[in-house]
């Protein structure tokens, strides 16, 4: 194809400069040959002259011709040799040169080119006319070696411009080459490859930076999605190897009831952390694919918290984590299930990643148009590196969080998801050692 | 012979434990990749099964940190994630083996002994001392042909003997390969042991250097 395209372009740029060459050649042999025939003419009006001069009419009506030295060798005359005719006012012919063709009697003064010849043709004393002709073969062969100088240097420039032009063309579409390597590169699967790009303003380099933007983000968009498909397997793994491992430890032979029982309930809770990851996967994909709808009512937030507390509030015991609430009327358009699960993750966030003996905060108050709710802890905070990241899917900041909450990092990133399907705002602030601040804004109904 | 698990999913760090020790290992627990690089560094292991994904401190630092450290203890890796380049990761930074959960503990167990052979400089299974068979597969000694009834802890002896043959073995050390941190014996366990696999054995294949331990000859 690229190939097709350089000598695509190169065959239209010669063609094109082929006939700028012609036409300019033809031209130039035009005028050419038009100044040699002007400068036949003068001398053909001198020759005229001349003869005018020498013809004298008689008084009978009949002329003296008194004829210049140059006619008077008829023989051995050379082909650019001027001839002469001359007719009386009848028109019958008085004197010609002595040549081999038949020179057709002019009505008038005239010029005229006729089978090779210049005639030009004048009147002289006694409405007699005088004609002299040449032959122009000597003027057609000048003409034609100009012309033929003329088309080799043309075809020269030519020839020297397609060279020029293939090395332009081939460099002006190298930028090409590379982008086209790299693309295959990339779709060969190897996701670093990008164009190299030389500092040039031109427009392929245009393209291979504009392309090289979009290979990032489809790196970073199989980067993504990569992480997500190995986090997904290695929050659904883990349990799965306790669980094989388990019933492969119980089947190895017979045991006693209580080890019976104790490893079913370790099964248990291994299908218990698969069923949570997988809910919440699930209701990940539903609200990727849009298919999870929302209720529409007037909701409380400060009833919502009071329900999520109450999820909660075993978590925090077990953790000897105190929970304070301060609740101001706010009142919300949305889903009251959505938003419990909402504050229950952020609440049971707070407990889970608290110090044992620490505080969790609940805060809702209406703020002009919007109903904020705020949950801190006093946990050990995010680093400064994680706090972008902590509302993707599987994101942990510290892996040490995973051993127990069986959260599997969707819990915020499900958060997120109910905030913005209510039109709202969730953000995270943390200072390390101190604890974490969510705060959720939603349009309030007022 | 005496393992540690760095695993952070305590039911499956407890099925483990319950699991090795039935197959005659010791078995220490780590919850954490700081605890378990410590034990590493500290006791005499004869295998870790380390998790990758680790609180703390994650299963590559921690099998870097022992491998910087000069410890050769064999490492079989755990991983949940099936990305290649995390199991190359860890084989390059000094792992033995791995495994990707699930797994088969069958499989676990054989490849932990694998690992443990080939670190003693032998991977044969079956060795020949004398008269003496043993067979560390199938767990199992013979005495000229016949099959020797040997517990748990006096085939875990003898076999620490063995794969130390030419070599002699401290009293303390054959006590910490074959009991875990939890266990609280008395001192002379270890030569209760060796008298019940000389009346078995016989009494010439285990041979006592006072004051430095016991030896099977080369």
Redesign the interface.
Same mark, same amino acid.
């Given at each position: 194809m690229l190939s097709s395209l350089r000598a695509r372009l190169l065959l239209w740029y010669t063609l094109i400069l082929a006939g700028v060459i012609a036409i300019f050649a033809g031209t130039v042999s035009y005028l050419f040959w038009s100044s040699l025939v002007a400068d036949v003419d003068e001398g053909l009006r001198a020759s005229a002259a001349a003869l005018v001069e020498g013809l004298q009419p008689t008084a009978s009506g009949d002329f003296d011709l008194v004829l210049p030295p140059e006619y008077r060798q008829v023989d051995a005359a050379p082909p650019s040799q001027t001839y002469y005719a001359v007719w009386n006012r009848e028109g019958e012919l008085v004197d010609r040169s002595g040549v081999d063709f038949a020179i057709p009697p002019p009505r008038g003064p005239l010029t005229r080119t006729r089978d090779g010849r210049r005639e030009l043709a004048v009147r002289a004393a006694g409405d007699a006319i005088v004609l002299v002709g040449r032959d122009l073969a000597d003027v057609r062969s000048d003409v034609l070696a100009f012309a033929g100088t003329a088309a080799a240097g043309g075809v020269l420039a030519l020839a020297l411009s397609l060279v020029g032009g293939w090395f332009l063309v081939g460099r002006a579409l190298a930028p090409i080459g590379r982008i086209s390597q790299a693309a295959a590169a990339m779709s060969g699967g190897d996701l670093t490859a990008r164009i190299a790009v030389e500092r040039t303003e031109n427009e392929l380099e245009q393209v291979a930076l504009a392309l090289n933007a979009a290979f990032d983000r489809l790196h970073l968009a199989l980067d993504n999605e990569?992480r997500f498909t190995?986090d997904a397997?290695?929050?659904l793994? =883990?349990?799965?190897? =306790?669980?094989?491992?388990?019933i492969?430890?119980g089947l190895?032979r017979e045991r006693s009831s209580e080890e019976y029982r104790r490893c079913l309930e =370790?099964a248990r809770?291994?299908a218990d952390r698969m069923r949570r990851v997988v809910e919440r996967l699930l209701t990940l994909a539903r609200a990727d694919s849009a298919a999870l709808s929302l209720q529409r009512a007037a909701v409380g937030l400060a009833p919502v918290v009071g329900d999520a507390l109450a999820i909660v509030r075993p978590l925090a015991d077990q953790k000897h984590v105190t929970i304070e609430t301060h609740l101001d009327a706010a009142t919300v358009v949305g889903d009251r299930d959505r938003l419990t699960d909402l504050v229950t993750n952020l609440c049971s966030n707070a407990i889970q990643y608290n110090r044992n003996g620490g505080q969790v905060s609940v805060e809702v108050w209406p703020d002009g148009t919007e109903a904020c709710l705020r949950v801190r802890d006093t946990g050990t905070g995010i680093a400064p590196d994680d706090l972008p990241r902590v509302f993707d899917r599987f994101y942990r900041a510290?892996?040490?969080?995973?051993?127990d909450s069986g959260g599997a990092g969707l819990g915020l990133a499900i958060a997120k998801w109910i905030v913005e399907a209510h039109g709202g705002r969730i953000a995270c602030q943390s200072t390390a050692g101190q604890g974490t601040e969510v705060l959720v804004r939603l349009p309030r109904l007022v | 012979m005496r393992l540690l698990v760095v695993e952070d999913e305590r039911d499956l760090a407890e099925t483990l434990r319950r699991t090795l020790e039935e197959e005659a290992f010791a078995v220490d627990l780590a919850d954490d990749g700081e605890e378990g690089l410590f034990k590493i560094r500290e006791l005499p292991y004869d295998a870790v099964i380390l998790d990758l994904m680790l609180p703390r401190l994650d299963g590559w630092s921690v099998l870097q940190a022992a491998r910087a450290g000069g410890v050769r203890t064999p490492v079989l890796l755990l991983t949940a994630r099936d990305a290649i380049e995390e199991r190359v990761r860890g084989l390059n930074l000094g792992a033995d083996d791995y495994l990707v959960k699930p797994f088969a503990l069958a499989e676990l167990v054989a490849r932990v002994r694998a690992m443990i052979r080939r670190a003693y400089g032998n991977p044969a299974t079956r060795v020949q001392i004398g008269e003496i068979t043993i067979d560390t597969a199938a767990r199992q000694a013979w005495r000229a042909g016949a099959p020797v009834e040997l517990t748990a802890r006096e085939f875990a002896i003898l076999e620490l003997l063995t794969r130390s043959r030419g070599s002699v073995v401290a009293r303390s050390a054959i006590h910490e390969h074959i009991y875990n941190e939890q266990a609280d014996i008395l001192s002379n366990v270890v030569d209760v042991h060796i008298a019940a696999l000389r009346r078995k054995l016989g009494p010439d294949v285990i041979r006592t250097r006072r004051g430095e331990g016991y030896i099977i000859d080369a």
């Open positions: 990569r190995a397997s290695h929050e793994r =883990t349990p799965l190897a =306790t669980l094989s491992a388990e492969e430890w190895s =370790t809770r291994a510290d892996r040490a969080r995973s051993a | -």
